[in-house]
């Protein structure tokens, strides 16, 4: 897509200091967007995302903020309104795993990814639709998972948060449709970030019989299905998840 397609647009991506999110803020600038870097612990790669993002010649903007604090994403906004005053793109990409088998699950563990992976959107969506709806037009974009659509053995919190960020992405569509606001999710599968670092070799191999084309996908291929929601190409499309798996599930 060309360099044009989302010029005079300010996209922010969560947790763009490495993995899928880094992916995604290059991509977006790529194609011409400002973008809002945010991070919680990755500042080096933070950093490393707005270098890369200001050689693509538009504005980068690096906020600390845990997307889970009230406060700090109301202070993230803050700072989006006085350097941009409005954000178009907003791609709640933040996530966080922390898997055991329920019965040995802590309620902390529960807590945390439930606040990260919905709370996170859903605090982010209530101040970007804020901006959207002045200008009655708006893209969100919200990472889910392929385990949010068909569940796994050892992550019921993070199924529940990402079944959860789909269910949200439905009511978020039907609500702010008529203000212009798109609301879409994309649900990736075995992606290779630092998220899959602890799976063993052979359990890989074992995933990889279970994908149509037959390997796993990269940070790359998932910023290329956010480009196209956040892009006037997906302008009649609202409310829809999106498999970004290789065809793991069919
Ligand atoms: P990753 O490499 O582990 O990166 C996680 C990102 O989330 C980091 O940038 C991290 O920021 C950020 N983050 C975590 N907690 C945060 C918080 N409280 N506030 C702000 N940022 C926070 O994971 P990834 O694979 O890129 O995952 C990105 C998204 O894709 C997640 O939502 C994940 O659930 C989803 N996903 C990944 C896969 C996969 O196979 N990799 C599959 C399906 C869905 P800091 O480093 O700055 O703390």
């Known amino acids: 897509m060309n360099s044009m ?4 647009k300010t996209a922010l991506v969560t947790g763009a200091g490495r993995g899928i999110g880094k992916a995604i803020a290059i991509r977006l600038a790529e194609a011409g967007a400002d973008v809002v870097i945010n991070y919680n612990t990755s500042e080096d ?19 600390k903020a845990d997307v889970s604090n009230p406060e700090e994403v109301k202070e ?6 006085d350097e941009f005053g409005m954000v178009n793109i907003l791609v709640n990409n933040a996530g966080i795993l922390k898997d055991s088998l329920l019965l040995m ?19 982010c969506m ?27 053995a050892g992550q019921v919190n993070y199924a529940a948060s990402k079944a959860g960020l789909i269910g949200m992405t ?6 702010l449709g008529k203000m212009g606001i798109r609301v879409n999710a994309i649900a990736p599968g075995v992606i290779q970030t630092d998220m899959i670092a602890h799976l063993k070799d052979d359990y890989i191999e074992h995933l990889k019989e279970g994908i ?5 996908g990269t940070p790359e291929e998932v910023a290329e299905v956010v480009l196209f929601f956040a892009s ?3 302008d009649y499309v609202t409310g829809q998840v999106i498999g970004v798996d290789g065809g793991q599930v069919i």
């Open 170 to 175: 439905y009511s978020a569509a039907k609500e």
């Open 5 to 8: 397609l989302l010029k005079g």
């Open 105 to 123: 699950m802590k309620d902390d563990m529960w807590d945390d990814v439930i606040d990260t992976n919905l709370k996170g959107p859903y605090l």
């Open 126 to 152: 209530k101040y970007a639709v804020k901006m959207m709806m002045r200008e009655k037009y708006g893209k969100i974009v919200n990472i889910s998972s392929i385990i949010g659509r068909r569940g796994n």
């Open 45 to 63: 790669g933070a950093k490393e995302t707005a270098e890369i993002v200001e050689g693509a010649g538009v504005k980068a903007l690096v906020i």
């Open 76 to 81: 993230m906004f803050g700072r989006i309104k």
């Open 212 to 216: 149509a084309l037959g390997k796993l």
């Open 232 to 234: 006037p190409a997906s």
